[in-house]
């Protein structure tokens, strides 16, 4: 008789982290450029409990109807998703995409790009003066100051 092993928490879990990778490299990059040596650079991740998991030099925060403070301390870039939220970024952002719905988010700086591709979005940044692609639909961006 053969024994079947069930591996599919694993492979959901996987599955899960290799999206959360491809997000965030496809924002941001990941590692580092690999010029001729023979080992390419680890990333490091760290999950948090208030809807953040971090990859390498990017926040990721994604959730439904939270108030929270986020830092991209100095350069991180962040990438939001989920609905209702209310983020208050502190630092300066690389580059900030912004998708969901309904977010209000206030960011101190953002140095290289602004990219929002959700609708019904309200982000104003402080400082900073990024390419701004506005993709979405119904968003209002604004630099105060």
Known sequence: MRTHYTLRPIAAAAALTLCAAVLACGTAGCGTKNNGGSTPSATSTTATTNGQFDIGNTI???SLGTTTTLDCGDRKSLNVGGNNNTLTVKGTCEKVSVGGADNKITIDKIDKRLNVVGINNTITYKDGNPK??????????????
Not at 132 to 144: H, W
């Open 60 to 62: 990721n925060y994604g």
């Open 132 to 145: 701004v692609d506005n993709l979405g639909n119904g968003n209002t961006i604004t630099k105060a100051g």
